[in-house]
C-alpha cells in the first residue's frame, strides 16, 4: 500500500483513501488482478457466498456469478462445481474446504455456500429451532413423514413428497412443504442439488460429511468466523457492511469483531469507523481490471448502501416494479469496467441475438469524448462476452443515449 494511500494519521488506525478502499473491494470480490484459480469451487470459498434467485435472462444469477469472475466457463461446468455429485462425500483434507462440494442455505438470502462452512451456521439453525417455527407452522406428524421417505428413497424433491402448494396461492404451502422447509431450517435436511429450479432433499446425516456434522461450535465461535469471512470477503467494509453480508444482527458483530480479526481503519469520505482483512492491507491492490455485466444479485453489488459509498452507484432492481415506472429495465445488470460501475444494460435474447434494450450510462461515463469513446469500448466487449457465453453469435442495442455511429464502430471493434 503506498504513503499516498494510506497513513495512520497519528492515531494508530489506517487510514485509506476512497480509491484505495474500492481497489480493495474489488479484489477481494475477484474482480481486481490475475483470474482467480482453482475454478468455481475456489471463488465460492473465496466469496463465502453466492446468492440465489429465480429470475433468469441470459442465466440464472449462481452462473452469471462465476462467469463475471472466471470468464466463460460452461453453465454445466458452473452447476457441477457447486453440486458435485450430490452424495455429501469429502474429498481428502488436503484438497481444502472447497472440495467439499456446496449445501444451499439461508445466508444474504436463499445462497449456495461452501460445504466446509456447514458447521458456521450452527447459531441460525438452533435459533430457528428455538423459536419453534419460521414461515409456517409445523403440522403435526409431518416430519416424521419425511424423514421415514428421505431415510428410504433417498433425495427427494418436494413435488416428489407430496407436493408445495396447497392451492394456487403462492403462500399457501402443502403440509410437506411446510414440513421439508423447517427440516431444511434447522439443519436436519439439506438442498443438495437444484433440479429444474426445484431443491433436491437429503438427510443431513447422508449430505453432510460426518467431519463437519460433528462440528457444533457456540454461537460466538460461528459469528466470529462469519464476521472474519465477510471481512475476507470485502477486503474493507464498516459495522453494517460486515453485518449484511450473512444477514447476521449488527450488535453480534460488535460482539465478536475483535476476535474476528479485523483491522479498524478509517476511509475517507465514509462517515462510519470500518475494518479491514489484514492480509488485503499487506499487499497493494493492482493489475488488470475485470470488465464484464454483472448479476443484480452479485456480493459485489448486492449491498444497495455499500455500492452507493463504494461506487457512486445507485443500484436497484426493478423487476418488481410496475414496467411503465422502471427508470433501467427489467432485470438491469450493472456495468463494470476500469475498477467502475459505469452503466446499466437491460438484457434479453432473441434466437441467436443478445439483445440490449436499454444501456443506461453514468452521467459521468460519458461527460467528455474520451470518456464516452472509452465507456462504449466497455459497453460493446461486456456485451459480445457476453453473447458468446449464451451461444449468441449478434448483438443488438435498441436503447442509448450513445451516438449511433459511436457504438457501432465500437461492437465492430469489439467483435471477437
Not at 413435488?159 to 427440516?183: F, N, P, Q, R
Not at 431444511?184 to 463437519?212: F, H, K, M, Q, T
Not at 444477514?247 to 465478536?256: A, G, L, S, Y
Not at 436497484?316 to 414496467?323: D, G, N, Q, T
Amino acid at each position: 500500500m503506498s504513503e499516498a494511500d494510506s497513513s495512520t494519521g497519528g492515531s494508530g488506525v489506517a487510514e485509506l483513501g476512497a480509491d484505495e478502499a474500492r481497489r480493495l473491494q474489488l479484489r477481494a470480490q475477484g474482480f481486481l488482478g490475475a483470474r482467480p484459480r482453482g475454478g468455481v469451487p475456489a471463488m465460492l470459498e473465496r466469496l463465502g457466498a453466492v446468492q440465489l434467485d429465480t429470475i433468469s435472462v441470459l442465466a440464472r444469477s449462481h452462473e452469471l456469478v462465476p462467469y463475471a469472475r472466471l470468464g466463460p466457463v460452461g453453465r454445466n461446468k458452473i452447476e457441477a462445481a457447486y453440486w458435485g455429485d450430490g452424495n455429501g462425500s469429502a474429498a481428502p483434507a488436503e484438497y481444502g474446504a472447497a472440495e467439499y462440494g456446496a449445501f444451499e442455505y439461508w445466508a444474504h438470502a436463499a445462497s449456495i455456500l461452501p460445504m466446509g462452512d456447514w458447521p458456521l451456521f450452527a447459531f441460525r439453525r438452533r435459533a430457528y429451532l428455538r423459536r419453534g417455527w419460521r414461515w409456517h407452522k409445523v403440522p403435526e406428524g409431518v416430519c416424521d413423514q419425511i424423514r421415514a421417505r428421505l431415510r428410504a428413497d433417498g433425495p427427494l424433491t418436494t413435488k416428489e413428497l407430496g407436493g408445495a402448494k396447497a392451492s394456487a396461492e403462492w403462500w399457501d404451502w402443502s403440509d410437506h412443504k411446510i414440513g421439508i422447509e423447517w427440516l431444511l431450517d434447522i439443519g436436519e435436511v439439506v438442498c443438495v442439488e437444484r433440479v429444474g429450479w426445484r431443491r433436491v432433499y437429503d438427510l443431513a446425516e447422508r449430505a453432510v460429511p460426518s467431519e463437519l456434522l460433528a462440528r457444533d461450535p457456540d454461537d460466538d465461535a460461528c459469528l466470529t468466523a462469519l464476521v472474519a469471512r465477510a471481512g475476507r470477503a470485502l477486503g474493507v467494509a464498516t459495522r453494517a457492511d460486515l453485518a449484511d453480508y450473512y444477514r447476521i444482527k449488527q450488535d453480534q458483530v460488535d460482539r465478536v469483531i475483535e476476535a474476528a480479526g479485523l483491522k479498524p481503519v478509517k476511509v475517507a469520505g465514509w462517515s462510519q469507523p470500518a475494518w479491514a482483512d489484514p492480509g488485503a492491507l499487506d499487499v497493494p491492490p493492482k493489475g488488470r481490471h475485470a470488465t464484464t455485466l454483472l448479476s443484480p444479485f452479485d456480493s459485489l453489488v448486492w449491498d444497495r448502501a455499500r455500492a452507493s459509498r463504494v461506487f457512486g452507484f445507485d443500484h436497484r432492481l426493478e423487476a418488481y416494479v410496475p414496467k411503465a415506472k422502471r427508470v433501467h429495465g427489467y432485470f438491469a445488470m450493472p456495468l463494470l469496467a476500469g475498477g467502475r460501475l459505469i452503466g446499466r444494460v437491460d438484457p434479453a435474447r432473441e434466437g441467436r441475438t443478445l439483445i440490449a434494450r436499454q444501456v443506461s450510462l453514468e452521467p459521468w461515463a460519458t461527460r467528455t469524448t474520451a470518456r464516452t469513446e472509452s465507456s462504449a469500448a466497455a459497453l460493446a466487449t461486456a456485451l459480445w462476452r457476453a453473447a458468446s457465453w449464451v451461444g449468441c453469435d449478434d448483438v443488438r442495442v435498441e436503447r442509448t443515449s450513445l451516438p449511433p455511429t459511436l457504438l457501432k464502430s465500437a461492437l465492430a471493434a469489439a467483435l471477437p
